[in-house]
Nanobody, 120 residues
Framework: HVQLVESGGGSVQTGGSLRLSCSASNSPYCLAWFRQVPGKARQGLAGILTRPGANPYYLDSVRGRFTISLDRARNTTYLEMNGLKPEDTGMYYC????????????????WGQGTQVTVS
């Protein structure tokens, strides 16, 4: 079992930046960030495999603005969000998978509690 604890959400103006953090209780194969807005399913934004050398995955709408990174020593992933837009508003969830497959592109095995991001 993997426990995930997020932090770093908040309110920011359009064009601003935020950094989300997620600490995992151990080292899963994949760590990812999802976003959910009211009335819609959670959508994978970015994912990173915990093995060295793997390229991260990004949803097209955030590629170039968001950067996912991993501190392997701390089992912590970060999501650096720049150029934020009102449509980025939502609840952001950290997620983990027990395998390498389709990281951030399928329903994960574990979820964090979520952190709200509001862009206005």
């Amino acid at each position: 079992h993997v426990q995930l604890v997020e932090s770093g959400g908040g309110s920011v103006q359009t064009g601003g930046s935020l950094r989300l953090s997620c600490s995992a209780s151990n080292s899963p194969y994949c760590l990812a960030w999802f976003r959910q807005v009211p009335g819609k399913a959670r959508q994978g934004l970015a994912g990173i495999l915990t093995r060295p050398g793997a390229n991260p995955y990004y949803l097209d709408s955030v590629r170039g603005r968001f950067t996912i990174s991993l501190d392997r020593a701390r089992n912590t992933t970060y999501l650096e969000m720049n150029g934020l837009k009102p449509e980025d508003t939502g609840m952001y969830y950290c997620a983990a998978q027990r395998d390498w497959l389709q990281c951030a592109r399928r329903t994960p095995d574990y979820w964090g509690q979520g952190t709200q991001v509001t862009v206005s």
